[in-house]
């Protein structure tokens, strides 16, 4: 309601009439959050996100008239990645489904975008394969693109791993490989392993961060980083006695690993515990403020005041 009292106030206001549209979308009422948007559209008709909002609305309701919005987007500005993926969109989404055609805008939007929209149309043409696969020739095409994606931006193998876009070809072993991150052929040394460790981390696929980590670690075994990626990841994933081997042997190849440390504390629940963990630590590091803090707060956490004050003793040796 708040957004049609100030329609009403600002009828010039292209903003305005979009949130009511968007509002009346989120209320199911589609036509008039076309008609809103419309409005808009005539107050700022070069507004690529408009047009793509208003193309948005009509796919959602099967309307081919979205094509002519996402195309006119295009037009506007033909190196807009999203324009792209929406079109490509609506052919594998609305009948009559097109695959191919879906395919042909992606491979466009990839000729025409900067990179930071090649993952995603990497990962749609992958799904446009993998969906209208006839033949081995779509199956390869699937995997290749689904491969780009991956290494592009690694959230992509825990998507495509609960994707039902997949559905088809998920026992295909060169898909089993992939969310496995068979890449050694493109990943050839310990930081390119660890920068997708840290990706799938960052998206919480914690499995591919195992993965990802553990194939660094086979290049140097002793690399601090990957051990306490691997660490977390472990902990991430509710295997803490996996992550408290892997954390004991970061601290044990590098003590002076403040970070190391503090994880390898939490591994464990009992505060007297991690309390023993934190002043081995502080032996190695006895100039370590943060490592001290954290015993002063752990030290409050345990009942009985003979242990405490022992901690407090030991932490002063």
């Known amino acids: 309601r708040a957004f049609e009292i100030a329609s009403e106030l600002e009828k010039d206001d292209p903003s305005i009439w979009r949130n009511l549209g968007l509002a009346r979308k989120n209320c199911g009422d589609l036509e008039g959050a076309i008609n809103a948007f419309k409005v808009a559209l005539d107050l700022d008709p070069e507004n690529v996100g408009l047009i793509l909002q208003l193309g948005d609305i009509y796919r959602d309701g099967g309307e081919g008239t979205a094509i002519e919005y996402y195309e006119k987007a295009i037009e506007i500005e033909p190196n807009n990645g999203q324009a792209y993926v929406n079109l490509g969109v609506y052919y594998i989404t609305v009948e009559p489904i097109d695959y191919e055609e879906a395919i042909k805008i992606f491979q466009k939007g990839l000729n025409n975008t900067n990179e930071g929209y090649h993952a995603i149309l990497h990962y749609n043409i992958a799904c446009a394969y993998a969906l209208g696969f006839m033949n081995s020739g779509y199956v390869a095409n699937a995997l290749n ?72 670690l086979e290049m140097n075994q002793e690399h601090v980083h990957a051990l306490l990626i691997l660490g977390i990841s472990l902990m991430n994933s509710g295997d803490m006695q996996g992550a408290k081997n892997e954390l004991r042997k970061a601290v044990d190849v590098d003590p002076g690993n403040i970070e190391s440390w503090k994880w390898f504390s939490k591994v464990e629940t009992e505060p007297i515990l991690r309390s023993k963990i934190l002043l081995e630590g502080l032996k190695h590091n006895p100039n370590d403020e943060s490592l001290r803090s954290i015993l002063y707060e752990l030290i409050e956490e345990i009942p009985d005041i003979e242990e405490r004050e022992k901690i407090k003793r030991l932490m002063d040796e």
Not at 169 to 198: P, S, Y
Request: proline share 1%.
């Open 145 to 216: 693109h689904l491969k780009q994606a991956i290494l592009m931006d690694a959230h992509f193998r825990k998507q495509a791993e609960g994707d039902p876009d997949f559905d088809g070809i998920r026992d295909i072993q060169g898909f089993k490989a992939l969310m496995n991150l068979h890449l050694n052929e493109f990943i050839t040394d310990v930081e390119g392993w660890l920068n997708l460790a840290a990706g799938c981390f960052k998206y919480g696929d914690y499995k591919g961060s195992v993965i990802a980590s553990k194939n660094a």
